[in-house]
């Protein structure tokens, strides 16, 4: 008997028997041939178009290949022996993103917002008098956060485009006689406007006002991209958060608390169990933990940390910043568009605000920007959304990803009826990159 008609006669009678057994649920649909038929649609967001997603929101940001294999770790036990270096090594290696040798760093499962709860529930005690500048949502957030926590905020409001006021902070620490005041926070970039603040300004504004009110910085979206001095500037707790700069996915906060701040724990009584310090210093020095870490993360941010010492440290990369963010810019401008934010001294490096003309509903360009050419940008947040949209260009980002977001960006605006011409805007960024770049590290031999 040929091969074949045995494999049909052991197989099909096995074959029918399976068939029988499922159920009318389980057995696929029959195709129709009617040609009227409708045709059934694929649920919303179930296809997933060839190349790649193009990311350009001011965080969560790209991560780089070599940081997501770091973090692609089997389960480990953090009781192990091993985990103690580890873990100290992880907590000295975030000093080099604060710039800071005599701040204390802390690692929290969390996000930039538990960070912001740790910085003040530490420091302060119900009814404390605190100032913060009020120029955006995140700003106001973190403001919102005080007030149910029981402070006592005074609230300077700048225009949204706008950063934070050194001489309206040095004349209300004057009127301060009686040293009432115990914190000055400021948001460092606001990533609602693309406005960053002068933190060494507000430093020398407070020293000029003698005051002694610690200083509490958000850095969610400033520190690992933008300059910053925590030592120089005498801040007293700054936070970010992994999703920004970082480049690694949301999941952890960071904290650096200054010996003032502290040494001001000793006498804080907001209440706090999770963003406790003291179960942070019982612990960390040993290089164990309070509760279960971030493993993953941990290994993710060596890697990150590793990569901004391999280009040249913190100084490097906040250059890299700048220049992506200039050419940005110059496609702004050679859009015949406007910056939300006017004042250069405030210009954001992690991330551009676009105004739209009067009539072009923003959110139409993110929504073409997305729904035709795979590109995610940032919308406009509470009272400027539908007015403006943002382009994140924070973290892992190069001139050639970030010309890709231009090019997309040029197509969803005139997709969405802004009389633009193509590569206006693109052709400008890439002048300034191709005029301001230079040979990547390590590659020089190339060209000799």
């Known amino acids: 008997m040929a091969l074949r008609e045995v494999s049909q006669k052991r197989v099909l009678p096995l074959l029918a028997q399976f068939t029988r057994g499922l159920s009318a649920s389980a057995m696929p649909e029959q195709v129709s041939l009617d040609a009227n038929a409708p045709i059934s649609q694929p649920a919303p967001f179930s296809y997933v ?36 270096e580890f873990y100290k090594e992880c907590l ?23 960070g912001w709860e740790a910085a003040l529930c530490n420091t302060l005690s119900p009814g404390d008098k605190v100032i913060c500048f009020r120029y955006g949502l995140f ?76 200083l509490l910085v958000d850095g969610v979206s400033s520190i690992g991209a933008l300059e910053f001095k925590m030592d120089d500037w005498r801040v007293d707790v700054a936070v970010t958060g992994s999703q920004k700069a970082m480049s690694l996915p949301t999941g952890l906060a960071f904290v650096a608390a200054s010996p003032k701040a502290l040494e001001a724990m000793k006498s804080a009584k907001l209440k706090r169990v999770y963003y406790d310090f003291a179960d942070m210093l019982r ?67 992690s991330l551009t605000v676009v105004e739209v003309p009067e009539g072009v509903d923003s959110n139409k360009i993110v929504k073409n920007a997305y729904a035709k050419y795979d590109l995610s940008l940032g919308i406009g947040l509470a009272s400027i959304n539908g007015k403006v949209f943002r382009i994140g260009h924070l973290g ?18 005139i997709d969405s ?3 633009i011409k193509p590569g206006s805007g693109v052709a400008r960024a890439t002048e300034y ?7 990547i590290k390590t590659r020089e031999s190339l060209l000799k």
């Not at 604060?98 to 930039?112: E, N, Q, R, V």
């Not at 485009?161 to 000055?184: S, W």
């Not at 892992?396 to 605006?413: K, S, T």
């Open 92 to 114: 000295e290696d975030t000093k080099h993103m604060y710039g800071t040798k005599a701040a204390t760093p802390f690692i929290f499962p969390g996000t930039g917002t538990g």
């Open 49 to 84: 178009p060839p190349g790649r997603n193009h990311l350009f929101v001011p965080g969560p940001v790209n991560i780089h290949e070599r940081v997501l294999r770091a973090m692609h770790v089997p389960g480990q036990n953090h009781r192990d022996p091993w985990f103690a």
């Open 396 to 413: 892992n980002m190069n001139e050639l990803m970030l010309a890709g977001a231009l090019v997309g960006a040029e197509m969803a605006m």
């Open 283 to 349: 612990t960390n020095p040993s290089g164990n933990v309070p509760y279960t870490p971030c493993l993953s993360l941990l290994y993710g941010l060596r890697e990150s940390i590793k990569m901004w010492k391999e280009e040249g440290g913190m100084e490097a990369v906040a250059a890299r910043h700048h220049r992506l963010a200039e050419g940005v810019r110059q496609a702004v401008d050679g859009w015949g568009l406007k910056l939300l934010c006017k004042n250069p001294r405030w210009r954001s490096d």
């Open 417 to 419: 009826g802004i009389s």
């Open 139 to 214: 700003s106001h957030l973190w403001i919102d956060m005080m007030q149910r926590l029981g402070l006592d905020v005074t609230v300077v409001d700048r225009p949204w485009g706008e950063g934070a006021d050194e001489g309206a902070l040095e004349e209300l620490l004057r009127k301060d006689t009686g040293k009432k005041i115990k914190a000055v926070c400021v948001v460092h970039n606001e990533t609602t406007t693309g406005v960053t603040s002068d933190i060494a300004g507000c430093r020398k504004a407070m020293d000029a006002a003698g005051h002694p009110a610690l």
């Open 433 to 439: 990159w191709h005029k301001t770049g230079s040979v």
